[in-house]
């Protein structure tokens, strides 16, 4: 069974920066992609940013320069550090882990992560 722990949350001033960190565990199949996301209150869940396992990167507009999605080695666990937080960065952060194993797709999440920037 396939775990995601998210860890780094918490509460930041704005213009402050965190590192949100993900853990995978459990049977691990062929990761293709590592994603980030986020869901505030009242609002649809979104992708924030994405990391595949050659490494290529995506962001959302809203976070571009900002934010910065990254990966260790072994490719399971994955970061995203956060710099110049905006209050509009509010939200439960959500990693997700896009796995395929013979032609088969496997889609997991984890518990989200509470992230909370004051003006």
């Known amino acids: 069974q396939v775990q995601l722990v998210e860890s780094g949350g918490g509460l930041v001033q704005a213009g402050g920066s965190l590192r949100l960190t993900c853990v995978v565990s459990?049977?691990?199949?062929?990761?293709?992609?590592m994603n980030w996301y986020r869901q505030a209150p009242g609002k649809q869940r979104e992708l924030v940013a994405a990391?595949?396992?050659?490494?290529?990167?995506n962001y959302a507009d809203s976070v571009k320069g900002r934010f910065t999605i990254s990966k260790d080695n072994a490719g399971n666990t994955v970061y995203l550090q956060m710099n110049s937080l905006k209050p509009e960065d509010t939200a439960v952060y959500y990693c997700?882990?896009?796995?395929?194993?013979?032609?088969?797709?496997?889609?997991?999440w984890g518990q989200g992560t509470q992230v909370t920037v004051s003006s």
């Open positions: 997700n882990a896009k796995m395929g194993r013979s032609g088969v797709k496997y889609n997991y």
């Open positions: 990391i595949t396992g050659g490494g290529s990167t």
């Open positions: 459990g049977i691990i199949f062929r990761i293709n992609a």
